[in-house]
């Protein structure tokens, strides 16, 4: 059998850890099978990088931003294999380039194009475990690009993918997915298995335990996938295209502090400007998300949206140097605010939903900012600082007591 075995940044924190690992790849290797493993960064490394490329520039290169932060993943890569070697064992370490990982230019953000194998094949024929560096390719001037925070994920399942694995198991510091952040909601249940779109809608809406490009390739390529702990031997959670609980119209909550608000006060009320509003942003490539446009008063009307949080500065940019083609009357923001989510793929044939959500946010004397609501989730967003009363009561609502969902069957 051919495993691809993925261990985020908190199974590698320390040399202890990277030992625990390494023991855990042995026991597959050991049982006659072939090991293809994908590593992160140790612990907080890139963060440290990050933090450190700032003391030196507030807006570095981003290829050099990438040439810096991949450096993580390789020294992962090398004390990996040096520890399985000490255990006797066959190991190689591969970076992006030499694992044959092609990707797009775009740095900070690339796609993987494609992965020519030959390198890999080669290594497992020579019955070496593989120990590739997540997270990083090389683009067609061969200088090195990352595919975007949380990409060993990505790795990991374009490996599995390409190499038709027969397992691909994302190893990290909780047991599986869970019902809502088990580090912030201690009554968080874990799931048992999870369909590709419920958890796609998850990982987007800030549910960081995959990164949502992960689970797009998992459900394109049909690649099942296990989230478990590196720590126990617990089951973990099994991600694949249907599951036995799909009526569950509620599956989990999730949160993502990286948002912002914008309004644009007193625009023309005529037809046009929310083109030409969206049109300016679009073409900075900056994603809008919630959009809401108030009722015109006399000449105008505001429109309020929000971007994610790390491109709020640009967006107002943008906007304030075009207020006078825009003509609006003045621009406000917010980036005190998180976005609260409800996922499930049942949703769409449940009523209620949104009800309870406001309901349990009401108990909580929390102010809603925006709604949007789609066919398997509904957002809000709230204010910063009410952001874990909410998370405890949406999710007390829905997953426990009188009122859980098991009870509105
Ligand atoms: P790794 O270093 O292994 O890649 P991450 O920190 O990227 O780990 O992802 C794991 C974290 O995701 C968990 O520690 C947990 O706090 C967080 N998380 C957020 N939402 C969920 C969820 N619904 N289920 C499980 N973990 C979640
Ligand atoms: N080290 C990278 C990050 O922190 C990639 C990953 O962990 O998956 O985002
Ligand atoms: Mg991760």
Do not use: W
């Not at 990088?49 to 020294?75: W, Y």
């Not at 925070?149 to 390409?162: P, W």
């Not at 998850?202 to 989230?227: C, D, M, N, P």
Request: neutral net charge; proline residues 1%.
């Amino acid at each position: 059998m051919l495993y691809v075995q993925k261990f985020g940044g908190s199974s590698l924190a320390s040399s202890e850890c990277v030992f625990n690992v390494a023991h855990r790849i042995a026991e597959t290797y050991r049982k006659g099978n072939q090991v293809v493993v994908v590593l992160s960064a140790q612990g907080c490394t890139t963060n440290e990088l990050i933090r450190k490329a700032n003391e030196i520039s507030a807006s570095p290169s981003k290829r050099e931003m990438d040439m810096l932060l991949a450096t993580g993943e390789q020294q992962s890569v090398a004390l990996m294999a040096m520890a399985l070697h000490k255990l006797g064992l066959n190991a190689v370490s591969l970076t992006g380039s030499q694992m044959g990982l092609h990707s797009s230019s775009t740095h900070g953000a690339a796609r993987i194009k494609r992965i020519d194998v030959d390198r890999i094949h080669s290594e497992l024929d020579r019955n070496n475990i593989v120990i590739a560096a997540g997270f990083q390719g090389v683009n067609r001037l061969g200088d090195i690009t990352t595919l975007g925070r949380g990409g060993s994920d990505t790795t990991a399942v374009a490996l599995a993918a390409v190499l038709k694995a027969d397992f691909c198991e994302i190893y990290t510091d909780v047991d599986g997915v869970y019902t809502a952040d088990p580090h912030k909601v201690k009554t968080a249940r874990k799931m048992d298995e999870i369909c590709y779109d419920v958890m796609l809608e998850l990982a987007s809406l800030g549910a960081k335990v995959l990164a949502t490009r992960s689970v797009e390739l998992a459900k394109k390529y049909h690649v099942t996938l296990v989230v478990r702990s590196s720590m126990s031997a617990c089951e973990g959670t099994i991600i694949k295209e249907a599951t036995a609980v799909e009526s569950t119209y509620v599956s989990g909550i999730a949160m993502d502090k990286n948002t912002a608000s914008i309004s644009v006060i007193g625009i023309n009320n005529e037809p046009g400007m929310a083109y030409k509003l969206f049109s300016l942003l679009a073409k900075e490539r900056i994603v809008v998300d919630i959009i809401l446009q108030s009722i015109g008063r006399d000449a105008t009307k505001d429109i309020a949206f929000t971007v994610m949080g790390n491109e709020l500065e640009k967006a107002v940019k943008v906007l304030s140097e075009n207020k006078s083609k825009l003509g609006f009357e003045r621009i406000t923001y917010d980036d005190k605010i998180v976005k609260l989510s409800v996922v499930g793929a049942g949703m769409a044939t449940h009523p209620g939903v949104a009800s309870m959500l406001f309901e349990a946010l009401y108990a909580g004397g929390i102010n809603i900012v925006m709604i949007s609501t789609s066919e398997i989730k509904i957002s809000v967003l709230i204010d910063e600082r009410d952001a874990d009363v909410a998370a405890h009561v949406v999710h007390d609502k829905f997953f426990s007591g009188s009122t859980a969902i098991d009870a509105h069957k």
